[in-house]
């Protein structure tokens, strides 16, 4: 029998050894249960191909093509994949919908010996309760944000906090972007999906009766949307105001954004957009230091010119509740390491 999960955190703590997913590599690179494995039953051809046939020839059809491939692709991977597991081995096996890719799968596992069962529903079940969690239902946790002008380390600060045990929530990391304009990272970001799944799977990893330090974000990250559950907490989240002098920041972002910064025509072209929000002459200025090759003058511009401005202008339309100020006087380890220990004092006066 098909094993039902009628909420997250309780599929995420599943106690089984190994997670499968059996749909095609294109399905799993969309979205996938974190930690899931591959082993795909059918490929992006052969999917394609029995889908086509049971359409525009017979299901029957189909389904006799894709009973043989299935059973084919399932022997390779129990010849290959699978081979080193021993008789205890437990593994939880989805596909799209629970259906006969991964009922057949889980069907010859159980013959061998080992303990597979499958998930009732499979991924479209997964879904469901993902989008439950982070667009139904309010966030359970209590968040505190890092709150502060472009350069003020709040990332780093993140991973201070961490160190100490602290609960913190990286969105950034996540997402994989640093959440501005000149934020990309090598890579490139997951699809909104596998977003959700990763960001899910952090929430449900954390205690809700402890607060939890997330960096304020706006409502979208790189390409990446922020769900509702996770937005409304974040927008009414107490913040802590974390600042640091222009020479600092501009000495932290040089150094942070050096492979932006060392990349011209990438740069150029990330700026010059700016020219209807910011004016020909202040964007002409800057295509100059980029040009001069001088990241220093270049990262200041842009923060006095620009990245300030937008925050300043922001900030008014938000009714945010500051709860502490932080002055970072210098963005180093010495620095960073004591504005964690005051973040830290603060959080348990909460």
Request: proline content about 5%; glycine content about 8%.
């Amino acid at each position: 029998m098909a094993l039902k999960f009628t909420d997250l955190p309780g599929l995420y703590a599943h106690d089984f050894d190994t997670v499968i997913d059996v749909r095609s590599p294109a399905e799993f690179a969309e979205d996938h249960l974190p930690g899931a494995i591959n082993l795909p039953v059918l490929n992006n051809e052969e999917r394609a191909q029995v889908g086509t046939i049971y359409v525009q020839e017979s299901p029957f059809l189909a389904r006799k093509l894709g009973a043989a491939l299935v059973f084919r692709n399932a022997a390779k991977h129990i010849e290959h994949s699978l081979s080193h597991h021993e008789g205890g081995w437990k593994p939880l096996v989805y596909c799209w919908r629970g259906g006969q890719r991964s009922g057949s799968f889980t069907w010859m596992l159980q013959q061998i010996g080992w303990r597979a069962e499958v998930v009732d529903g499979g991924y479209r079940a997964y879904r469901r309760l993902v989008n439950r969690y982070l667009y139904d239902d309010p966030l359970p946790h209590r968040l505190v944000a890092l709150d502060g002008y472009t350069g003020t380390a709040k990332t780093d600060l993140l991973m201070y906090l961490k160190a100490r045990g602290v609960q913190v929530l990286d969105l950034e990391d996540i997402a994989n972007h640093r959440g501005s304009l000149l934020g990309e990272m090598p890579g490139g970001q997951p699809s909104q999906k596998a977003f959700e799944s990763a960001l899910s799977a952090a929430l449900c990893g954390l205690d809700p009766a402890r607060p939890v330090v997330v960096e304020a974000e706006s409502s979208k990250i790189g390409s990446l949307i922020l769900p509702p559950s996770l937005w409304t907490a974040l927008r009414t989240a107490p913040r802590i105001q974390v600042s640091a002098s222009l020479k600092a920041r501009t000495a932290y972002l040089v150094k942070a954004y050096d492979d932006i910064l060392s990349d011209t025509e990438r740069l150029r072209d990330r700026l010059s957009p700016l020219r209807f929000h910011r004016g020909h002459d202040v964007v002409d200025g800057w295509l100059a230091l980029i040009d001069a090759g001088d990241k220093r003058a270049l990262t200041r511009a842009l923060m006095e010119q620009h990245y300030d401005p937008a925050y300043a202008k922001s900030s008014k339309t938000r009714a945010v509740k500051i709860i502490a100020q932080i002055d970072v006087a210098a963005l180093d380890y010495a620095g960073l390491n004591a504005a964690a220990a005051r973040v830290e004092e603060i959080l348990g006066q909460l």
